[in-house]
């Protein structure tokens, strides 16, 4: 009797295949809308691997129905979602996706420190409504990135790759991180800073930290005070690592000059959120590692480790 794969999203038959080919695989049959969790509880009872996505929590709950589950595989590197812990106890298996995401994700961090100091999302906003009347000497006006001050935390794969892109607009990269990165200070010239001085000294923070208890809230309204009034904060890691009320009220207030947002605490994030109605912020929905050559490759790394647990080997970029 075959072994049984849930996929909790409908994903390219070409990503699915390789799996068809050896075991029973049920698929969600919606890529938009999220599975039900009666569902997703209902089908973790009989399956014996999960082949996940972050918006899926897979809890302890979770865990304690599903006696014949194995793995889970979850489509990211971050895996906040699941309940490691819980994994552990029951002797199931938990693999992400690192590396292939690094250099896509990196491109969407450049790219919203870029949109949200150009104001491209206002400009293009008022392209399309008929509001560009005429050139104006200060309309649109923005902050040049080019030879200002960038503060990464979170200095990992993604980390590295936004700094070696910084580099190329003759930046001064700081960084803070858990452990210093030598080689990379040495190689590309990055310099290791506290939290509060990189908060001080930096035009544009990029955060990229994994969401842990240690980072959740992170930045606060202390460490929003301590930034420039011309600073731009991009998040492209994990909503949560914000405060999203302190941030509303320094963009409202003007303490700092704008935000750049493609993860929030809640997702999808509601029409009525108050950050949505302001003018300053550029907000994205999770798109970091949305480009075609990359979410294959995810789904692929996806595949072979589920493949090679439910076949006896020991899988690939197991967190647990």
């Not at 029973?24 to 938009?32: L, P, R």
């Not at 040495?186 to 930096?202: A, E, I, K, P, W």
Request: hydrophobic share 40%; glycine share 8%.
């Amino acid at each position: 009797m075959k072994k049984t794969v849930f996929i909790t999203r409908q994903l390219p038959d070409e990503a699915v295949a390789p799996l068809r080919e050896r075991f029973d695989v049920d698929m969600w049959g919606s890529e938009d809308e999220p599975v039900p969790r009666d569902v997703l509880l209902e089908k973790a009872e009989t399956a014996h691997a999960l082949w996940t996505v972050i918006s899926e929590e897979v809890d302890r709950e979770l865990f304690g129905r599903a006696k014949n589950l194995e793995i889970v595989a979850n489509m990211a590197v971050g895996y906040n979602n699941i309940d490691t812990e819980a994994a552990k106890e029951h002797g199931v298996a938990v693999t992400n996706t690192p590396g292939v995401l690094t250099e896509t994700t990196a491109d969407l961090a450049f790219t919203l420190m870029l949109a949200a100091a150009r104001r491209t999302g206002q400009a293009e906003k008022a392209l399309r409504a008929g509001e560009w009347k005429s050139w104006t000497p200060m309309g649109f006006t923005g902050q040049d990135i080019f030879g200002a001050t960038l503060g990464i935390i979170g200095m990992g794969r993604i980390g590295e790759g936004v700094a070696r892109r910084a580099r190329g607009f003759d930046m001064d990269v700081f960084y803070h991180n858990r452990t210093r990165k030598p080689e990379a200070e040495s190689m590309h010239g990055f310099r290791y800073s506290g939290l509060d001085d990189l908060l001080r000294r930096s035009d544009f923070i990029v955060v990229l930290t994994p969401l842990t208890d240690e980072t959740r809230g992170l930045i606060g309204a202390r460490e929003l005070g301590l930034m420039k009034e011309t600073a731009v904060l991009v998040n492209a890691a994990r909503g949560g690592i914000i405060d999203e009320e302190a941030l509303y009220d320094a963009l409202r207030s003007g303490q700092i000059w704008a935000a750049g947002l493609d993860v929030f605490e809640e997702e999808p994030i509601g029409l009525e959120h108050p950050l949505l109605e302001l003018p300053n912020v550029t907000a994205l929905p999770h798109i970091g590692s949305a480009s075609i050559k990359t979410r294959l490759a995810m789904m692929k790394l996806n595949a072979e480790t589920i493949t090679d647990c439910l076949e006896g080997r020991q899988p690939a970029n197991r967190v647990v």
